[in-house]
């Protein structure tokens, strides 16, 4: 079957512009992550959603970073006034639910604000 | 604050040598332990995994060890080949919670 897909594979922008990053779910797949990986550094935690409860957003890194994820499927990462220290690869993966099961990735989103 | 470091950075083997890894956990509560193997261009895709309950688990040429006591966990790839050439990340997470939390990661080069 399909994994999880993202879109687009690579995205440059101006420093101070918004983005858009999209993740599609495995089919079924009630819980939904974000990753940021940067050179060096290994995979950074974002946000985590798990069905309809209210999302964890305790790796989001400043404010300027928000998910939401609609109808439990298809989530989108906006990044507001991008800054250079936002060039990274942005990872989504997806799970069932009750965990933790296995993660599947995605191949990413690589970013770089210009 | 790094919850897992992982080492060496990086690792050169020759073809048919053992590759080791090493992560060390500061966090009792973690009850997970993956380990990633990520290839240029590609997510990362799960290669095998441990629970604590247990000190050793093998899954084909890669083996992982556990030792809870020393909270430390080690990836054994045995006669490995080039094709297992990669970045290689340790990861744990804490029930009921199943955000994993990552080490810095560990390209293996293994020279044919």
């Known amino acids: 079957g399909a994994g999880v897909s993202q879109s687009p594979s690579n995205k440059v922008t101006e420093k101070g512009k918004d983005v858009e990053l999209r993740c599609d779910p495995i089919s079924g797949h009630t819980a939904l992550y974000w990753y940021r990986q940067s050179l060096g550094q290994g995979l950074e935690f974002l946000i985590y959603f798990q069905g309809n409860s209210a999302p964890d957003k305790s790796g989001l890194p400043s404010d300027r970073f928000s998910a939401e994820r609609t109808g439990g499927s298809v989530s989108t990462l906006t990044i507001q006034r991008t800054q250079q220290e936002d060039s990274a690869v942005y990872l989504c993966?997806?799970?069932?639910?009750?965990?933790?099961?296995?993660?599947?990735f995605g191949p990413g989103t690589r970013l770089t604000v210009t | 604050q790094q919850q897992v470091k992982q080492s060496p950075q990086s690792l050169i083997v020759q073809k048919g040598g053992i590759s080791i890894i090493n992560c060390a956990y500061e966090n009792t509560a973690f009850d997970y332990f993956p380990w990633y193997q990520q290839f240029p261009g590609k997510g990362p895709a799960l290669l095998i995994a441990i629970r604590p309950d247990v000190s050793e688990k093998k899954e084909g040429r890669f083996t992982i060890s556990f030792n809870k006591s020393a909270k430390q966990f080690s990836l054994h790839i045995m006669d490995s080949q080039p094709g297992d050439s990669a970045t290689y990340f340790c990861a744990a997470s804490q029930g009921g919670s199943e955000k994993l939390v990552f080490g810095k990661g560990t390209k293996l080069t293994v020279n044919p």
């Open positions: 993966a997806s799970s069932r639910s009750g965990g933790p099961y296995e993660q599947y």
